[in-house]
């Protein structure tokens, strides 16, 4: 089975600008969680987007937005790019089905200049 | 919310030594403890869990205890390798409400 993707592994965008990360999870997984990687902060939560509803949320501000397709494959956008968003943006999904286990896509590293 | 200690920081083992990696949470409702290894430039990956009806799991050289009265749980590796050195995550959750702890730096000597 293939693991979970994440489009773009590599992003440079200016301050001011809007970005969307892409996170397909792994077949069967209906939950995706996202979360924001930083040396300083560590891993901490987004959000978490199950059949389409987004379903928990993180203390970041309204410029962090996602949502979830049909598919399960899902997004997050970040509008009105500040330097302290250049992260590390990690997606994981999870069966939900009697099981919490989470497992990570390779993240999309953001820099914002 | 939940907020996740995780100790020590940093951590520097001679090859074949035993690690112990400490976490502790506030939340009495969180029912699941993962631990992540993550390498340099690379993703987390799951390497054990725990979930709150068990006090203790093992897997090869890897195990976790759990102490629901006391609210932490530890990692243990055994004989550890070189390529054991990685940085270390716990987190707690309840539901996919996950709370990682800020991360053990393992260094292996070997």
């Known amino acids: 089975k293939a693991g979970v993707t994440q489009t773009p592994r590599y992003l440079i965008k200016t301050r001011g600008q809007q970005v969307t990360l892409s996170c397909s999870p792994i077949?069967?997984?209906?939950?995706v969680s996202w979360y924001q990687q930083t040396p300083g902060q560590g891993l901490q939560f987004l959000f978490e987007?199950?059949?389409?509803?987004?379903?928990n949320k993180g203390n970041f501000p309204g410029r962090f937005s996602g949502r979830q397709f049909s598919n399960s494959r899902s997004e997050m956008n970040v509008s009105t790019l500040e330097l302290g968003d250049s992260a590390l943006y990690l997606c994981?999904?999870?069966?939900?089905?009697?099981?919490?286990?989470?497992?990570f896509g390779p993240g999309t590293r953001l820099t914002v200049t | 919310g939940e907020n996740v200690e995780q100790h020590p920081s940093t951590l520097s083992v001679q090859e074949g030594d035993s690690a112990v990696i400490k976490c502790t949470y506030s939340?009495?409702?969180?029912?699941?403890f993962p631990w992540y290894k993550q390498e340099l430039g690379k993703r987390p990956q799951l390497i054990i869990d725990?979930?709150?009806?068990?006090g203790e799991k093992k897997d090869q050289r890897i195990a976790v205890t759990l102490n629901k009265t006391a609210k932490h749980f530890s990692l243990h590796i055994t004989e550890t390798q070189p390529e054991d050195s990685a940085v270390y995550f716990c987190?707690?959750?309840?539901?996919?409400?996950?709370?990682f702890g800020p991360g053990t730096r393992l260094s292996v000597l070997p």
């Open positions: 987007y199950f059949s389409e509803t987004q379903r």
């Open positions: 077949s069967g997984h209906r939950s």
């Open positions: 994981a999904s999870s069966l939900e089905r009697g099981t919490y286990e989470q497992y």
């Open positions: 939340d009495s409702a969180s029912n699941y």
């Open positions: 725990i979930r709150s009806n068990v």
């Open positions: 987190a707690a959750s309840r539901g996919q409400n996950f709370v």
